[in-house]
């Protein structure tokens, strides 16, 4: 457990921190001489049981606010001292406004230096202590009296604190690993330090891990967790790593990045959240504000973009964009802190509902519905809200990320939620049922529409149906749903086009005997495909006619124009990528030659050349020197 120890500057702090723990967290030249803590400050100390208790001990100094925002996020405990010679002052106040905002929700309040005052005076500054947190609208407090240089009421303070730690629920590891640095520094031997805030997941030695700061991967060559040595780093742990890679050095590192797992590397500068403003603000927060933003261990600047209203009032909550200075890694469910521009005051905090926001439409209210389904802490109800009122899907993989869920937990999700689960890997995306079949009719209903307005044609692409469809959807979606049509027999399909049953087109008894015609002089039973002059000599018509035919022939799917002068059937096409693929397939690399697809089709080199270049300028195929290949998940899976 994490114990963040707050409190107005020389309220006796560190001392009592000293005190509990017996290590002075006072670790600076400067801050030793002038009897203040202006940077961070840790102690620890290990339980009977063998768990340890971590002490973070954060400036009091308004001047050093900053410094103590970098410290306590991920904090179990707030320790709020007050010293009942002053009582609650403004840092005490901002203190706890902000354990607040962070989400701690248990505090117990050390009321030091009651060797100096009478009991009349430490009653009254218990009951001011009392209204200051049921105005801050807190239940779970307790008050304890101690003396640290006299030693006064300090056991009963641990024995609270020992019971604070036993109702603390170990946390869960099953999420992808994140950890604040707040310190960086080089240990002669050993190279690089970082320490910090363990925020999720865990990891262990030796694991691969990727610095925020210009996404270069990392090795964990040490660990250190709430001052011991091991093997193994976890949430809610205060740890310090040893780490080593190219381009990481004391200089690519600072405070406020972080240590990822590699899949959460994923920079973003607009962060949607849910804000709340102090009830102490002297005016509400208008739209476009700038602030200091405090968020992990990062301190940046932000505005503060209003979607509902132009403006928060003091006291209560909405919905904002954060538009940032520079990247940030949040994910959902982050607690964040924003001062004021000059950096003085606390106004409010929060935390992050969508990370990765999009860059238009922020206030449109369909995106203000969005966000509003999203502000639950369950993520497998946030899902199914999402699939439920996305028309296009949830994709899987940002689901993933944004809510720091390993994607084996959100196929868990979808199964258990009945949701249709389409594409692979990064590309997978959730439908609740009503909505992908509203998908597929939506395809039905349009393909319609394009053959009434253009009945000579046989029916749509693929990128005519993309065009068609609004929202935007990928090709990928497009082909499995249209893949799922052709299944249930809802459309046919020939070559590249899809169309509906009912339709036919009509030509004239003259054009569909030189469809006919054209069709048997391009048939690859022949041989190599003519070219367009020899097929209309075979046939004994005008080059002219023979062309308008053609074009006819590759709007209705019957054939593909090649190149130029020259066209081929679709089965035929069809039948030499099938030997390309074989070819790839049966060889060692996965590659083959012209010459050995010439052979293997048994045509002549120029119409084999022509095929392939086509197959390039397709995508089908890759020309790599004389050699091509299919880039394909079978082949992959074949080579590896």
Known sequence: MIIAVAGHVDHGKTQLTKALTGINTDRLIEEKARGLSIDLGFAYETLPDGRNLGFVDVPGHEKFIHNMLAGIAGIDLGLLVVATDDGVMPQTREHLDILNLLGIECFIVALTKIDRVSSKRVFEVRNTVKRLFNESNISQFSIYDVSATQNKGIQTLKDAIRKSADGIKLKQTDHYFR??????????????????????????????????????????????????????????????????????????????????????????????VELAILKNEPKPLKHWTPTHLHIGA?????????LEGGKIAAGDSGLAQLVLARDTFAVHGDHFIIRDQSAQRTIGGGRVVDPYSPNRGRSRPNRLITLKSMLDDNPKRILKTLAEKSV???????????????????????????????????????????????????????????????PKILGP?????????????QLETLKIALDNLVEKKRLLSRESRYYLGWHNTKLSP?????????????????????????????????????????????????????????????????????????????????????????????????????????????????KIGNYRRIDNQELEQKLN
């Open 392 to 454: 296009t899907g949830v994709r899987l993989f940002n689901f993933s990320v944004t809510h720091n869920i390993p994607i084996y937990q959100i196929e868990e999700f979808v199964t258990s939620l009945g949701l249709i689960q389409i594409g692979e890997n990064a590309e997978e995306l959730a439908f609740c049922k009503i909505r992908w079949y509203e998908f597929l009719d939506r395809i039905v209903t349009n393909i319609s529409a394009f053959h009434l307005s253009k």
């Open 179 to 272: 950890m604040a640095i707040d310190r960086s520094f080089t240990i002669k031997g050993s190279g690089l330090i970082v320490t910090g805030m363990v925020f999720s997941g865990a990891t262990n030695l030796s694991k691969i891990l990727t610095v925020s700061s210009n996404g270069v991967q990392v090795r964990v060559r040490g660990i250190r967790a709430n001052n011991q040595k091991k093997d193994k780093a976890r949430i809610g742990e205060r740890c310090a790593f040893n780490i080593i890679g190219r381009n990481v050095d004391i200089n690519s590192v600072r405070r406020g990045n972080w240590l990822l797992h590699p899949k959460l590397y994923k920079p973003t500068r607009r962060v949607d």
């Open 461 to 473: 692409t693929i990128q005519d149906i993309q065009l068609l469809l609004r929202p935007f959807f």
């Open 298 to 306: 990062d301190h940046l600047m932000a505005r503060v973009a209003i």
């Open 510 to 622: 003259y054009d569909q005997s030189l469809l006919n015609k054209a069709s048997t002089a391009l048939s690859p039973n022949f041989g190599s495909p003519p070219t367009v002059s020899e097929a209309a000599n075979k046939i004994g018509i005008e080059v002219s006619a023979l062309k308008k035919i053609l074009k006819i022939g590759v709007k209705l799917g019957i054939f593909v124009q090649i190149e130029k002068n020259r066209y081929i059937s679709g089965k035929a096409l069809e039948q030499l990528k099938r030997v390309a693929r074989k070819m790839c397939l049966e060889s060692t690399d996965g590659q083959f030659t012209v010459f050995a697809y010439r052979d293997e089709i048994r045509m002549g080199r120029n119409f084999a050349i022509s095929i392939l270049e086509y197959f390039d300028r397709t995508g089908f195929t890759r």
